[in-house]
């Protein structure tokens, strides 16, 4: 057993973990800190098949940049944890059995001959002059644009749907109905002057002094 073999198998257990944490974790931060693992973990699984541009992106892309909104945005929204929870008993065979499916699916899409991605085998050795960023860059905004372009629409919809489940029962009050404003009449003024009578206060260490200068 070579030493990629036995990194591929510690990596991989390490990425199973952390994916199994991040669904299971009560707390969203602690789920969105094991999600943080496991792209690490998978980003260092790039790196040992010489996919070193797809593990720096994965690194600098998720984990230094859309963690970090996961984080301030699940920290700024008032998630009701024991709300969300309701109905996962309920609703777990058929999630089980959905991610079962889904399992057999992608195990006989890999092990499948036509695909060829079973034959595999270990990792070629490439010149030093080649360049796999030319030939990733070539591969999506040429052969795979559409799912490319389908899936970044795809993560946008899901943080847009995400915030609004957890807005949808919870009352905002520093929200503004944009219709409201734009009724608003000159003429009933949007600032009210108030006229208040002038008062003076005198510090106490100067009232002896003007009751000495009254008496005399």
Excluded: C
Aim: avoid cysteine.
């Amino acid at each position: 057993m070579t030493f990629s073999l036995i990194m591929f198998y510690v990596l991989a257990a390490v990425i199973l973990f952390g994916a199994l944490k991040t669904v299971t974790a009560k707390n969203p931060v602690h789920a969105s800190l094991y999600l943080v693992l496991t792209f690490s973990m998978s980003a260092m699984m790039w790196m040992l098949m010489q996919a070193e541009f797809l593990g720096l992106t994965l690194m600098v892309v998720y984990v230094g940049a859309v963690m970090v909104l996961f984080l301030f945005v699940v920290m700024m929204l008032n998630i009701d944890i024991e709300e969300m929870r309701k109905g996962f008993w309920r609703n777990a065979p058929s999630a089980m059995t959905v991610g079962i499916l889904m399992a057999v699916v992608l195990v006989m899409i890999l092990l499948a001959p036509e695909t060829k991605l079973s034959a595999f085998g270990e990792m070629a050795d490439v010149p030093a002059d080649y360049s796999n960023v030319r030939d990733l860059g070539r591969q999506i905004y040429t052969t795979y644009l559409l799912p490319f372009e389908l899936a970044a629409v795809l993560l946008v919809l899901g943080m847009v749907a995400a915030i609004a489940l957890v807005h949808r029962k919870s009352e905002n009050p520093k929200y503004i109905n944009p219709a409201d404003q734009v009724k608003v009449d000159a003429k009933q003024g949007r600032v009210r002057m108030v006229k208040m009578a002038a008062e003076t206060t005198v510090a106490p260490e100067n009232t002896d002094q003007a009751e000495g200068e009254a008496k005399a």
